[in-house]
């Protein structure tokens, strides 16, 4: 494997934060309905509100990022109670944004208006985000997962719920509302066929996902060796009955054993697909989602003994997907199952908790990887095109470093976004791979929160060891709190370095 020139900073590529952020939900949502029409089945009811923006999972954003990011990285920390956040942010039509915590906390952000001061000579926004909502609805069951969002539940396009999953329980809320508001609760071992003791269900780091009409919710819970998949009506969160097994593959106490640690995707073809181990040994499983039948047409697809899935499938706008899996390979399928291709050291090789790959629209793949953390674009083929190390602290040579746990998010403007070692962001150009700025999350932590690039232009990303990062954005001011104050000249300094009272070092 060629080892990646490590590009020094250089001038970013055009970016339009705000005049070009792309075309929202709507549109995607009126091209939907026209490929329903024509009998079609899509995933997701709208592009980017479920986790790595809907069913696809394909990791592609609907918004860039503020340009002024590569001049100076700017931040703030919203304080989420000193509560880690591992799972991803999602966001809603209306500009709202749904985090779990692992303090069993459901959050909603929005932005706000800014507190104005005397002293904030240098702040051109009005508004800033701020905390809307919060509800300790898990009790203390920590949220791993990513919640989704659902349009299509009323007739108003503008109504959405949210659900998220955490422990034996799944819980809706609407989101369309001023102040979100609980639509209900449903405990899954409520439809456990045996003994209410046996059982053990519980939604871990696998993200629930919608069908294109939101009216079924897929989610696939553990634990060890009793793992099913559920199709639950959002109306109310019962049993969908089209499923011939409503959980698969069973609802008895008899072990499945299945332990899904990866999202399931919702392909073109009407397949859900998700990555499973049975015992020590990964299998990719395809059902019908509109059965719950599993499909076996291409036989079943496993891996060497004791290699797993631990990554979420990424799938293409034809149908086809990528996987990774825990011995660092990538693996290719095509839009009728049938395996392609399998290619060694492109991704991670964690056993609990790997980065999954992102696809841009033209059908290049982006990886991260593990030891060395490398984070790759490589053609449909697998041919490699670029890599880059992301560690911090690698200036030349060979690049070493931990795991990549965050997953790479592709940008309209083409930009990469992705998690690196040390808990930095990173900026990639997509032609060359070269660095456009680096954003500091949490140096004592890992990422494994999937960065969102939200409407605005700002990125909101969860640190574990507490707090969710908006870069981009500037705090809400209390003018009731003292604030340092002091006398600097600069010149040859515009007002956008200077930053909530810090003097920001100019790149060069």
């Not at 962001?425 to 929160?449: H, K, N, P, Q």
Request: aromatic share 10%; proline share 6%; glycine share 12%.
């Amino acid at each position: 494997m060629p080892s990646p020139t490590q590009n020094t900073l250089r001038g970013p590529p055009p970016l339009f934060a705000r005049e070009r952020q792309g075309t929202g939900c709507h549109a995607v949502r009126l091209a939907t309905a026209l490929l329903l029409v024509v009998g079609l089945l899509l995933p997701g009811g709208c592009a980017c509100p479920a986790w790595r923006c809907g069913g696809l999972h394909n990791g592609t954003s609907f918004w860039d990022a503020k340009a002024d990011l590569s001049v100076f990285a700017y931040g703030n920390v919203l304080e989420v109670d000193g509560a880690g956040i591992s799972g991803s942010a999602v966001q809603a039509n209306d500009g709202k944004v749904y985090v779990g915590g692992q303090d069993g906390y459901i959050r909603v952000f929005h932005k706000a208006a800014a507190t104005s001061s005397s002293e904030d000579f240098w702040r051109s926004e009005t508004t800033a985000w701020a905390e809307l909502y919060k509800s300790p609805e898990f009790g203390s069951c920590p949220i791993y997962n990513t919640p989704t969002v659902l349009y299509g539940v009323s007739s108003d396009p503008s109504v959405y719920m949210v659900v998220f999953a955490c422990g034996d329980r799944v819980i809706a809320i609407d989101g369309s509302k001023t102040v979100p508001t609980k639509l209900w609760t449903i405990d899954l071992c409520s439809y456990f066929v045996g003994s209410a003791e046996l059982c053990d269900w519980y939604a871990g780091i696998s993200s629930p996902v919608s069908s294109t009409t939101g009216d079924i919710i897929y989610l696939c819970v553990g634990p060890d060796n009793k793992g099913v998949c559920f199709a639950l009506r959002s109306s109310d969160g019962s049993l969908h009955d089209s499923w011939s097994q409503n959980p698969f593959p069973s609802s008895g106490s008899s072990n499945s054993n299945l332990m899904f640690t990866s999202s399931p995707a919702l392909l073109p073809t009407g397949r859900l697909v998700v990555g499973a181990n049975l015992g020590s040994t990964g299998t990719l499983l395809f059902i019908n989602a509109l059965t719950g039948l599993q499909d076996f047409s291409q036989g079943t697809f496993t891996l060497p003994e004791g290699v797993t899935f631990t990554a979420s499938p990424a799938a293409f706008s034809d149908g086809s997907l990528v996987i990774c899996s825990s011995d660092g390979q990538l693996h290719k399928f095509s839009s009728t199952n049938a395996w392609l291709w399998s290619k060694a050291s492109l991704c991670g090789t964690s056993t609990t908790l790997q980065a999954s790959p992102a696809i841009s629209p033209s059908g290049d793949i982006i990886v991260s990887a593990s030891d060395p953390p490398y984070v790759r674009r490589l053609a449909s083929d697998g041919t490699e095109v670029w890599s880059f190390c992301a560690n911090p602290a690698y200036t030349s040579g060979a690049c070493s470093g931990g795991a990549i746990s965050s997953s790479p998010v592709y940008t309209p403007s083409g930009q990469v976004i992705a998690g690196g070692t040390g808990g930095t962001v990173f900026s990639l150009a997509w032609s060359s791979g070269i660095e456009a700025w680096r954003y500091a999350v949490d140096s004592a932590s890992s990422l494994t929160s999937t960065p969102l690039v939200a409407s605005d232009g700002s990125l909101l990303v969860g640190s574990s060891a507490g707090g969710l990062h908006v870069v981009g954005d500037r705090r809400l001011y209390d003018d009731t709190v003292p604030r340092l104050s002091m006398e600097v000249e600069v010149i040859g300094v515009s007002s956008r370095q200077l930053m909530d009272g810090r003097l920001a070092a100019l790149k060069t």
